[in-house]
């Protein structure tokens, strides 16, 4: 097992967790009204939205952008967790569940719109447009009904 030291702000709570056959090694993060702000895996590097947190996603964050705790994994690696925002994230922000499927839709639907146009023999293009819809539609959902 790896060393880990959390350090945490006041007001989160954390435990770590690892698997019997030590496939999974996670940090789980709740605050002190014991809602599951989600965990930070390990062997993965990557940060999971808790299943029905309504706050801010945490992911991964910067140093400098106020992160609510510090993960040191055996002598030196340090991995700073906390609120995501599109500036002070250095990974993409994380979808909730919900958002993952409407995105998903939206995928979907586009690819069902630019097909039946079959006016694009290029795959890139193809590949573009798709995306491009749905990001369109994405928004235009997520501007209408959140």
Same mark, same amino acid.
């Given at each position: 097992?790896?060393g880990?030291?959390?350090?945490?702000?006041?007001?989160i709570?954390?435990?770590?967790?690892?698997?019997?056959?030590?496939?999974k090694?996670r940090?789980?993060?709740?605050?002190?009204?014991?809602?599951e702000?989600?965990?930070? %895996?390990? =062997?993965e590097?990557k940060?999971?939205?808790?299943?029905?947190y +309504?706050?801010? &996603?945490? #992911?991964?964050?910067n $140093?400098?952008?106020?992160p609510?705790?510090?993960?040191?994994?055996?002598? %030196?690696? =340090?991995?700073?967790?906390?609120p995501?925002?599109?500036?002070n +994230?250095?990974? &993409?922000t #994380?979808?909730?569940? $919900?958002?993952?499927?409407?995105?998903?839709?939206?995928?979907?639907?586009?690819?069902?719109?630019?097909?039946?146009?079959?006016t694009?023999?290029d795959?890139?293009?193809?590949?573009?447009?798709i995306?491009?819809l749905a990001?369109n539609?994405?928004?235009?959902?997520?501007?209408r009904y959140?």
């Open positions: 097992m790896v880990i030291k959390v350090v945490a702000e006041k007001g709570n954390y435990s770590v967790w690892q698997s019997k056959d030590k496939n090694h940090v789980y993060f709740k605050t002190d009204s014991n809602d702000v989600g965990n930070y %895996d390990i =062997k590097n940060f999971f939205i808790g299943r029905g +309504s706050g801010t &996603p945490w #992911n991964i964050v $140093q400098d952008d106020s609510q705790a510090l993960i040191i994994i055996g002598e %030196d690696k =340090k991995i700073f967790v906390g995501a925002t599109a500036t +994230s250095t990974l &993409p #994380n979808m909730n569940t $919900q958002q993952r499927i409407t995105l998903g839709m939206c995928i979907n639907n586009a690819t069902n719109v630019i097909v039946s146009r079959g694009l023999k795959s890139y293009k193809i590949v573009t447009e995306y491009d990001d539609l994405f928004e235009e959902y997520n501007s959140n």
